[in-house]
């Protein structure tokens, strides 16, 4: 029994552990940000909402096979000295001119990746591709959501140099996983950014200043903590693992406050926008025509339901996530974690 328990964990827990926001988050934030688009896009992204949400991920699935790829999801600002955020340009050339082409590739590029994949997105629209058009708007979003991540935009990325080692999937993959029931995912409206490149800066700086917190309520709730309450250690393929329990995690959550449904609401919100941007910058083509079939009764009620339930800030009740199954895989991984331990 105890052998097929492991084997379970292993196998759901694989399934479950991400890079940036967690799996579960991403594809969250994904189908959040097709509600706030505008009419003449969303049932074209409706339409292809699983694909949208599937791929939301693509990018951390890509740091496996691509040594190029995994410092286009961060940005370690202290690395660039402790005014960073005033003194750091916006753009690449004049930070390139600045740090270095090599500072900035080793300490992380994703304020500029985000500018990047938007060009393209743009070319996309305005090539009427639509496979293009999917598989831009994909990746953008990954990176504009791992921007408002606090900790990737931190050297001290996983707690790692203040003894707070694993905070980073605490935060970006346990919390939101453990609370996403208690959230109101209702955000703002998409919204035309005249300046992208300065929005995604904005975001980084946004996430940058919530670092601190990040960082100090985990030191404060850990204070009614003991290393046995905080943790269960479990061994796989001889190697010890600590996770932090649920009681911990609560703990952490609500110190936080709305942190963290807050960056996903923001994500969704801008995710929207860039994406809103790059059509209209592509030239507002009609995607309605870009539709194998024409929409049908059905679709159109269903998208309805669920901007209603959205609107209303009640998908989850509604059970109108496409991810859901993420919540209770994370529970039946914990419940095995906590029988073998
Ligand atoms: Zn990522």
Same mark, same amino acid.
């Given at each position: 029994?105890?052998?097929?328990?492991?084997?379970?964990?292993?196998?759901? @827990?694989?399934?479950?552990? +991400?890079?940036? *926001?967690?799996?579960? +988050?991403?594809?969250?934030?994904?189908?959040?940000?097709?509600?706030? !688009? %505008?009419?003449?896009?969303?049932?074209?992204? /409706?339409?292809?909402?699983?694909?949208?949400?599937?791929?939301?991920?693509?990018?951390?699935?890509?740091?496996?096979?691509?040594?190029?790829?995994? /410092?286009?999801?961060?940005?370690?600002?202290? #690395?660039?000295?402790?005014?960073? !955020?005033?003194?750091?340009?916006?753009? *690449?050339?004049?930070?390139? #001119?600045?740090?270095?082409?090599?500072?900035?590739?080793?300490?992380?590029?994703? %304020?500029?990746?985000?500018?990047?994949?938007? +060009?393209?997105?743009?070319?996309?629209?305005?090539?009427?591709? =639509?496979? @293009?058009?999917?598989?831009?708007?994909?990746?953008?979003?990954?990176?504009?959501?791992? #921007?408002? $991540?606090? !900790?990737?935009?931190?050297?001290?990325?996983?707690g790692q140099l203040t003894g707070q080692h694993g905070l980073h999937s605490l935060w970006e993959s346990k919390l939101p996983e453990q609370h996403l029931a208690t959230y109101n995912l209702k955000h703002a409206k998409a919204q035309y950014l005249s300046n992208p490149e300065h929005e995604i800066w904005q975001v980084v700086r946004e996430s940058h200043k919530l670092v601190p917190q990040v960082l100090s309520f985990e030191k404060q709730a850990s204070q009614n903590?003991?290393?046995?309450?905080?943790?269960? &250690?479990?061994?796989?393929?001889?190697?010890?693992?600590?996770?932090?329990?649920?009681?911990?995690?609560?703990?952490?959550?609500?110190?936080? +406050?709305?942190?963290?449904?807050?960056?996903?609401?923001?994500?969704?919100?801008?995710?929207? @926008?860039?994406?809103? =941007?790059? *059509? $209209?910058?592509?030239?507002?083509?009609?995607?309605?025509?870009?539709?194998?079939?024409?929409? =049908?009764?059905?679709?159109?009620?269903?998208?309805?339901?669920?901007?209603?339930?959205?609107?209303?800030?009640?998908?989850?009740?509604?059970?109108?996530?496409?991810?859901? &199954?993420?919540?209770?895989?994370?529970?039946? $991984?914990? *419940?095995?974690?906590?029988? &073998? #331990?």
């Amino acid at each position: 029994m105890r052998k097929v328990l492991l084997v379970l964990a292993l196998v759901l @827990s694989c399934s479950v552990l +991400g890079y940036s *926001w967690g799996f579960f +988050g991403h594809k969250v934030i994904q189908q959040l940000a097709i509600y706030a !688009l %505008p009419k003449a896009m969303q049932a074209f992204y /409706h339409r292809h909402m699983a694909t949208l949400v599937e791929t939301a991920v693509r990018p951390d699935e890509r740091r496996n096979s691509d040594p190029e790829e995994a /410092h286009k999801h961060y940005i370690d600002l202290e #690395a660039f000295g402790s005014n960073v !955020l005033q003194e750091m340009p916006e753009a *690449w050339s004049a930070a390139a #001119a600045k740090y270095s082409k090599d500072s900035l590739n080793k300490y992380g590029i994703v %304020p500029w990746e985000v500018v990047r994949i938007k +060009g393209l997105l743009t070319q996309a629209f305005y090539r009427k591709d =639509t496979d @293009s058009i999917l598989y831009y708007s994909a990746d953008l979003a990954h990176y504009i959501q791992d #921007a408002h $991540v606090p !900790l990737h935009t931190s050297l001290n990325h996983d707690g790692q140099l203040t003894g707070q080692h694993g905070l980073h999937s605490l935060w970006e993959s346990k919390l939101p996983e453990q609370h996403l029931a208690t959230y109101n995912l209702k955000h703002a409206k998409a919204q035309y950014l005249s300046n992208p490149e300065h929005e995604i800066w904005q975001v980084v700086r946004e996430s940058h200043k919530l670092v601190p917190q990040v960082l100090s309520f985990e030191k404060q709730a850990s204070q009614n903590f003991t290393d046995a309450t905080k943790f269960t &250690i479990t061994e796989r393929n001889g190697r010890t693992r600590k996770n932090y329990t649920d009681a911990f995690a609560s703990a952490y959550h609500q110190a936080l +406050g709305t942190m963290v449904q807050d960056r996903m609401r923001a994500a969704a919100e801008r995710t929207a @926008s860039f994406w809103y =941007t790059c *059509w $209209v910058d592509g030239g507002k083509p009609d995607l309605d025509k870009l539709l194998s079939t024409p929409r =049908t009764k059905t679709e159109n009620k269903q998208l309805k339901r669920e901007l209603k339930a959205w609107k209303k800030g009640n998908l989850q009740e509604k059970d109108l996530l496409l991810t859901k &199954i993420r919540i209770s895989l994370m529970n039946v $991984v914990e *419940w095995v974690q906590e029988k &073998i #331990a």
